[in-house]
């Protein structure tokens, strides 16, 4: 989860796609972050896939949708 917090973009990006992959919930808080703090961006599109494969849900980039689907589990 360090390359979530690092200033190459390309970084955070994998990071974010790896996440995804591997499915680590511990993972959720820091990808709604990217979301809000980096809307409309490239890193918001992988963390927004991410997102799907870790939650199974569907969601769109709505950073108050997600906080509150990971405030209910």
Do not use: C, F, T
């Amino acid at each position: 989860m360090q390359g979530m917090k690092d200033s190459d973009s390309l970084v955070r990006r994998e990071s974010a796609r790896a996440l995804g992959e591997i499915g680590a919930p511990e993972a959720v808080p820091a990808l709604i972050e990217v979301l809000e703090k980096e809307p409309q961006s490239r890193h918001s599109d992988v963390a927004l896939l991410a997102l799907h494969k870790i939650s199974g849900q569907k969601y769109p980039a709505d950073p108050a949708q997600w906080r509150a689907w990971w405030s209910r589990r």
